[in-house]
């Protein structure tokens, strides 16, 4: 058998594989589990629907298809290998860190965790023991921790770009407390990936014709190879007060890149040095950690955008297929006048738009700073009366509350909108005054 046949084949029967296996169906699930409560969370604070979960689930299956393909790809020429026992290891890791926070659930961190494992591992005598702690030294040392790492790379590649290319398609406009406790408006930008792998796995295959290229990091493909299929998952949420959902998502996109080649780098230092195993796995989880720490200062050093000034309305998000839409207008930009009348409420906006019942025309100041001029006449039947989200002021009702850090929290709760008590509160106080 040729090699392009014997690929064909043990691709068809990864493929079979794949659709046998529980994770795909897992990771299928906890997206409509998420963007069902995106979309509740959207009715409870908005009273709109802004996302439909199926389209949602639709275009991120087949991001995810086209991300699994390139890393399936470039993993085989680069000689990446991950096998059935390292994906077990791998997510079981994930759903341990996940207990203590659950942005650990990404896989930067279980790799990482996993090859310092290894390394210390190779430092006992365990896997020369019998039962079950042997087997289990045993069956992690087999790993190919440089493989994995490099696997990881390649995710975070892949992702960067998935969010280059629609992570603000992904946001979610929410009223959220500022440091003070005064409401203010942001966007939650969060979209996951089912991505299914196909890797090529040195030995244990039935195929023999020689592969038609040398992986990068060759050896130990002698023994024959197969082709297997590991279900992954990629994903990213961020949250920003300060600036729009495109240049948050370049900004989130360039630390994921940035990320991915020095986890690369240390990761094929470490193929060719093992000894620099322990750097490579440090770098998995420092690297990561540190792409955190970079978003969380630079919307720490800024100041919050979705609020209203003295020119007018601040826009936080636009309803599709409404007036505001087809007008052209954009989240962060400040409604000015409307049929001519300065508007510096939600009363005095609605007012306006009586004026001319059949007829809108509106100053807008876009995110430039320049004024601009938006017109279009208003239809029987249109539900919204404009289709704008506005930015909160003190008569909003509800918030988002921070999402649960922990598995344990996840349990308890979910994030969802809270009843603004707190201002009733404080409205009460100034009457007392």
């Known amino acids: 058998m040729d090699a392009g046949t014997a690929l064909l084949t043990q691709w068809g029967q990864a493929v079979l594989q794949l659709l046998t296996q529980p994770y795909y169906y897992i990771a299928v699930l906890f997206l409509v589990f998420q963007y069902m409560r995106q979309i ?46 390292a994906l077990i290891w791998l ?45 289990l030294a045993g069956s992690l040392e087999a790993i190919d921790m440089p493989g994995l790492l490099i696997l990881v790379a390649l995710l975070h590649l892949g992702e960067a770009l998935l969010v280059r290319t629609g992570g603000d398609k992904l946001s979610m406009p929410l009223f959220m407390e500022g440091k003070r406790g ?65 240049e948050k998502a370049k900004h989130a996109a360039k630390g994921l890149l940035l990320y991915s080649a020095g986890v690369l780098a240390f990761a094929f230092l470490a193929a060719y040095v093992p000894a620099l195993l322990p750097l490579a796995a440090v770098a998995s989880l420092a690297l990561h950690e540190g792409i955190i720490w970079r978003s969380r200062a630079v919307e ?17 998000g636009i309803v599709p297929g409404t007036p505001a839409a087809a007008m052209g207008l954009l989240p962060g930009e400040i ?11 939600k009363e005095e906006l609605h007012e306006a738009l009586q004026i001319n019942p059949a007829f809108c025309r509106l100053e807008v100041y876009n995110n430039a700073g320049e004024l601009k ?10 539900h919204h009366q404009l289709g704008v989200i506005l930015a909160p002021d003190e008569q909003a009702t509800y918030y988002a509350s921070p999402g649960p850090a922990s598995l344990l929290e996840l349990l308890k709760r979910s994030r969802t909108a809270n009843r603004r008590e707190a201002a009733a509160r404080r409205q009460e106080a100034r009457s007392a005054d």
């Open 182 to 246: 005064k409401l203010i408006g942001g966007y939650l930008l969060q979209g996951f990936w089912p991505v299914p792998l196909f890797i090529l796995v040195p030995g244990g295959g039935s195929e023999t014709a020689p592969l038609p290229w040398t992986p990068l990091l060759g050896g130990g493909w002698e023994g024959g190879w197969q082709v297997a299929a590991l279900p992954m998952v990629i994903g990213f949420s961020e949250l920003t007060r300060s600036m729009l959902p495109s």
């Open 91 to 135: 997510w079981s890791t994930a759903a341990v860190l996940m207990v203590f926070r659950i942005r650990y659930l990404c896989f930067a961190y279980s790799a990482g965790v996993l090859a310092l494992l290894q390394w210390l591992v190779g430092w006992t005598p365990l896997a020369d023991a019998s039962g079950l702690a042997g087997r």
């Open 335 to 345: 409604v000015h006048k409307v049929n001519g009348v300065r508007v510096r409420s």
């Open 300 to 316: 720490a050093a800024r100041s919050p955008l979705y609020v209203h000034d003295a020119r007018g309305l601040r826009l936080l």
């Open 40 to 85: 509740r969370l959207e009715r409870q604070m908005f009273a709109v629907k802004l996302h439909l979960w199926p389209g949602l689930l639709g275009r991120a299956a087949l991001s995810g298809l086209a991300a699994g393909a390139a890393v399936s790809l470039a993993g085989a020429f680069l000689g990446a290998a991950l096998t059935q026992e």
């Open 373 to 382: 001029f938006a017109q279009r006449a208003r239809y029987a039947g249109e």
